[in-house]
């Protein structure tokens, strides 16, 4: 068999605050083939954003590991993180994903450029998420569901082996999402791997499975 486009071996997440320990994550183990999408639903901090985290190699496991496209990403080097980050993973997180002061054509060049990727049409990449009119705005201009699509369009910028999104039409209307959804089912259908956390049953029924995660747990798929 081929290896998962992600996986998360076991993976164990805690955070400590002082002398409360929060045990984020217990245990989670997922694998997503090439050209599959996997919704994660879950209630409010049942562990979505840190296993997104996680696979990302955004934040480090206590415990189990986490590979991408067969290569393992935890207790490596962070520049070993980042490096395998920027050529094979597209992360959209809740809030930051921007460079604020920059255009949002810039943003996507600075991705690609991260991917060392020379050859990218940016004016389609943009027609797909419906900002082609905003290329030259600065991203601090754009609205919530602008930056929300802007942002899709970076972490799909260097054709990723998977995306790992947190929410992607958590800020949008129900026709954005639609129009979001649609772009994530191409992508998905030519080959990217797309692990969505998301509370919305629109995105739920788009996905091939859901994973559902309880106190850091998965509970059912
Ligand atoms: P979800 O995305 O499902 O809402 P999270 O992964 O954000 O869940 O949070 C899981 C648990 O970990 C929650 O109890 C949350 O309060 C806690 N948590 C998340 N991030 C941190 C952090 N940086 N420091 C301390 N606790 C955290």
Known sequence: MNAPAVEARDVYRFYHAGDDET?????VSLAVAPGEMVAVMGPSGSGKSTLLLCLAGL???DGGFVAVGGVRMTRRPEWRRAALRAR??????????????LSVADN?????HLAQRTTADIGAMLD?????????SRADQLSGGEASRAALAVALAAEPVV?????????????????ILDLLRRRVAGGTAAVIATHSEAVARCADRVVTLRDGRVTGD
């Open 163 to 179: 995306l790992l999104a947190d929410e992607p039409t958590g800020d949008v209307d129900a026709a954005t999402e639609m129009m």
């Open 59 to 61: 934040e480090e496991p």
């Open 108 to 112: 996507v060049r600075l991705q690609l």
């Open 23 to 27: 045990l984020a994550l217990r245990g």
């Open 128 to 136: 797909a998420v419906g900002l082609r009119d905003r290329a030259r």
């Open 88 to 101: 094979a993973i597209g992360v959209l997180l809740q809030a930051g994903n921007l460079v604020e002061h």
